[in-house]
């Protein structure tokens, strides 16, 4: 009797001991190989690994902050450009431990439907986008109108085939490990790709909303390194080991003083602070207005502290300089905790990094933890405190009408206006 109930286990609320074990059983992740570039291990051999991961850092940081600034100077499409290609690398580098658990039971389509789903998704935000803010270029051409009119519904079609596909890949026996990969595609794809769409959008708002929070996570991230590999001696999470409160700490302060000076940098220059808007008559981004009150400078009065501590009175700053330090506070404040986060899933996983596409930082997601919680609070920001209603959006939306609407709307508009007493007054300073 005995030998027949090993032979055939007992299900337990439709699942078997025999599926059970299977899915328990999660292989750890392999760890990526030190790719820390030759030259760079014969010059910094005579050093301890501390100092030698100092060194390798720094040097890489620099030259990823050189390929920021010139990416910025290329202008906003290359800008979106690389968001799209960071989006895709942070997502291959997530699904990519997810497959090294999954591959190991021999299943089919994970990865597949895993790009599949990537391609649903983008198509669906990236659509919207399109019709936002390229709506003259989307009523211009025939078959982006077609697309754009059903842009859901065509989104809608492709990501129930996905759903259809995923449904005919289950495997008996692996129901549940695969259930658990669709989530964790769909998780991954909430993390990566919503929080991507969001940057574009903040940048389209003006590249000064853009490159100021990138910067701030930056500069919070290097700044906490330096405080905290110089001072460091008191932990401050048990997910990260190595940061510490001197870090944290130091990094806060130096982020605060980074964003007010960047901000100042910036709010001069049109190019900044503009809203990006597409010119379709040369089918090309234009950065050019008159700048808003938020980057006009103002005279502030002094709190009596800091007017007994300084002499001043007043101070002269660019409104955006205060929201700049509302940004550079959540960088240095609650963005670390995308990357303790972060820190808790590769724990999980037993790996040290993401990948090792960068010697001495790791993927591209370990660079990245921070700034999709960034963009969110970006994004969200700009809608409470600063977007106010868009003229320019408005009129798209009344001259996608037909003529009858667009008639009723203007004659109710017209006897809006009688009635406010602002339709004559508008029309003798026409006259």
């Known amino acids: 009797l005995t030998s027949l109930l090993q032979q055939n286990p007992v299900e337990k609320d439709g699942v078997s001991d025999s599926e059970s074990k299977v899915d328990s059983g999660v292989p750890e992740v392999p760890v990526p190989a030190d790719d820390t570039p030759e030259v760079l291990n014969k010059a910094l051999s005579g050093l301890s690994s501390r100092w030698k991961n100092w060194w390798v850092r720094g040097i890489l940081t620099l030259a990823m902050i050189s390929f920021f600034f010139f990416i910025i100077y290329l202008g906003p499409m290359v800008l979106m450009m690389i968001v799209l290609c960071v989006q895709i690398k942070c997502f291959q580098e997530i699904i990519t ?64 085939t996905g759903f259809c596909m995923f449904v005919l890949s289950l495997v008996k026996k692996h129901y549940r490990l695969q259930f658990y990969m669709f989530g964790w595609t769909h998780v991954t794809l909430l993390i990566v790709v919503t929080q991507s769409h969001l940057i574009i959008h903040n940048l389209f708002e003006g590249m000064i909303w853009f490159i100021v929070p990138i910067s701030c996570v930056i500069c919070n991230d290097i700044m906490a390194y330096m405080f905290g590999f110089f001072f460091g001696r008191t932990p401050l999470i048990k997910l990260s080991p190595k940061k510490t409160w001197e870090g944290f700490i ?21 190019y900044f602070v503009c809203p990006v808007e597409f010119n379709n008559d040369s089918n090309s981004f234009q950065v050019d207005c008159e700048p808003s009150d938020l980057f006009q400078l103002q005279d502030y009065a002094l709190p009596s502290i800091l007017e007994s501590i300084t002499g001043w009175t007043t101070v002269r700053l660019y409104p955006f300089q205060i929201h700049s330090i509302a940004l550079s506070s959540f960088a240095s404040i609650v963005g670390p905790f995308g990357g303790f986060f972060a820190s808790g899933f590769k724990r999980a996983f037993k790996i040290k990094d993401f990948a090792n596409t960068i010697p001495g930082h790791g993927g591209i997601m370990d660079r990245f933890d921070c700034q999709y919680l960034m963009a969110t609070f970006v994004n969200v920001y700009i809608a409470s405190f600063i977007r106010g209603p868009n003229p320019s959006k408005v009129i798209q939306q009344l001259l996608a009408l037909r003529a009858d609407q667009q008639l009723h709307i203007f004659n109710s508009l017209k006897a809006h206006l009688t009635e406010k007493g602002l339709l004559p007054a508008l029309e003798e300073a026409a006259a």
């Open 250 to 270: 130091g990094g806060f302060f130096s982020t605060i003083v980074f964003g007010i000076m960047l901000s100042y940098v910036m709010a001069g220059y049109r």
């Open 97 to 160: 431990i997810g497959y090294s658990v999954y591959h190991s039971y021999h299943l089919p389509w994970f990865r597949t439907l895993s790009w599949y789903f990537l391609l649903c998704v983008n198509y669906f935000f990236y659509g919207e986008t399109v019709t936002d803010y390229f709506f003259t270029l989307v009523q211009r051409e025939e078959p982006l109108r077609i697309l754009s009119k059903y842009h859901r519904f065509i989104s809608f079609a492709l990501y129930l």
